[in-house]
């Protein structure tokens, strides 16, 4: 697993928290110095099946700044994805990428049904 995350932000602390209390291993990856290139963020959005403003941090100071919510409808994917991969204050985070699945932001139920569920299913494969 592929854990993206930023020190200061209180919702990476909780999923980064979650994630050791449920004995995960992963690869932590700080997204201020190594934000994610072009070619894995349009990899993980193909994958995810989110739409491609699932990937902005809407909330941010520099998506307001940058008046994206206005601006984005009319930029094509490869003009956001360009945008994401230049400036990692942009991108929605967490991001937790495994094999199969690909999770925006921390949302606890979505995770525990995503990784929870696959890890019990692994489990009762392998008996």
């Known amino acids: 697993m592929l854990f993206i995350q ?10 980064k928290k979650w994630l050791d209390n449920h004995a995960f291993s992963y690869t932590d990856r700080p997204i201020k110095e ?15 099946g989110w739409p491609l403003k ?4 809407t909330s941010g100071r520099l998506y307001k700044e940058l008046g994206l919510k206005e601006r984005l409808p009319s930029m094509s ?19 937790l990428i495994t094999d ?4 925006v932001g921390f949302q606890q139920p979505a995770w ?3 990784l ?9 494969t392998d008996e």
């Open 54 to 57: 699932r990937f902005f941090n």
């Open 34 to 48: 190594n934000n994610p290139t072009y070619e894995e963020l349009k990899a993980w959005y193909e994958r995810s």
């Open 100 to 103: 199969t699945v690909v999770l």
């Open 6 to 15: 930023y020190d200061k932000c209180t919702t990476c602390q909780r999923a």
């Open 77 to 95: 994917e490869e003009e956001q994805l360009q945008l994401l991969s230049e400036n990692g204050m942009l991108v929605k985070r967490p991001l």
């Open 112 to 114: 525990e049904a995503a």
């Open 116 to 124: 929870l569920t696959a890890d019990t299913e692994e489990q009762q």
